[in-house]
């Protein structure tokens, strides 16, 4: 059974640190580009950060570059997302994504709350 579960969501001020991390399991992990997606409320889904499967290359949303960092570990079949320097503007539910363009397979977890206020 596929599953994505993520935490370390929660409350923080304007400025502050979170991690958030993402366990897999149930499919072939290191095959998988990981993502990090945010949806805040009564806006779309949009994408945050990717690390593909080779090569652990990574890419970011403009509006976070420079304070996020996405990170993997193939042999624990764990994802990170670091965030700093977090604004109020993060505030969003944030999920983990695998997914494998060429060979299928695309999954979610079911998100973990980011809150930041002061």
């Known amino acids: 059974q596929v599953q994505l579960v993520e935490s370390g969501g929660g409350l923080v001020q304007p400025g502050g640190s979170l991690r958030l991390s993402c366990a897999a399991s149930?499919?072939?992990?290191?095959?998988?580009?990981m993502s990090w997606y945010r949806q805040a409320p009564g806006k779309e889904r949009e994408l945050v950060a990717r690390i593909i499967s080779l090569r652990g290359l990574t890419s970011y949303a403009d509006s976070v570059k420079g304070r996020f960092t996405i990170s993997r570990d193939n042999a624990k079949k764990m994802v990170y997302l670091q965030m700093n320097s977090l604004k109020p503007e993060d505030t969003a539910v944030y999920y983990c994504?695998?997914?494998?363009?060429?060979?299928?397979?695309?999954?979610w977890g079911q998100g973990t709350q980011v809150s930041v206020s002061s």
């Open positions: 994504n695998a997914v494998r363009p060429l060979l299928g397979g695309n999954y």
């Open positions: 149930g499919f072939s992990f290191s095959t998988f580009d």
